[in-house]
């Protein structure tokens, strides 16, 4: 059986917290979290979903988790994992400094 080793976790940690970043707070995604308010009602789970970190992060790690077991020691999760965990620290890290 294979098991998930450190860097594939922390990897995938990664991962959700920049997806459900994206998802939740970035400008990108705010014509998506509108039309789900829109196409739900304001008030509804779903727009509460797309606007709850905590909510949205459950939902992204269930589907990354699959991915990194079976995949994370390749180099093309590693590779893309790393842009999308590098992307989220450095925007915790200008976040902290600013």
């Given at each position: 059986?294979?098991?998930?080793?450190?860097?594939?976790?922390?990897?995938?940690?990664?991962?959700?917290?920049?997806?459900?970043?994206?998802?939740?707070?970035?400008?990108?995604?705010?014509?998506?979290?509108?039309?789900?308010?829109?196409?739900?009602?304001?008030?509804?789970?779903?727009a509460?979903?797309?606007?709850?970190?905590?909510?949205?992060?459950v939902?992204?790690?269930?589907?990354?988790?699959?991915?990194?077991?079976?995949?994370?020691?390749?180099?093309?999760?590693?590779?893309?994992?790393?842009?999308l965990?590098?992307?989220?620290?450095?925007?915790?890290?200008?976040?902290?400094?600013?």
């Amino acid at each position: 059986m294979n098991a998930m080793n450190v860097v594939v976790f922390l990897l995938a940690l990664g991962i959700t917290c920049r997806i459900t970043r994206l998802i939740t707070k970035d400008t990108l995604a705010a014509g998506f979290r509108s039309w789900t308010a829109q196409r739900f009602g304001d008030d509804s789970k779903f727009a509460y979903l797309v606007t709850c970190s905590w909510c949205t992060s459950v939902w992204v790690a269930a589907a990354v988790v699959p991915v990194a077991f079976l995949a994370g020691n390749t180099v093309a999760f590693q590779a893309v994992a790393m842009v999308l965990t590098l992307s989220y620290l450095s925007g915790v890290a200008s976040n902290w400094l600013d």
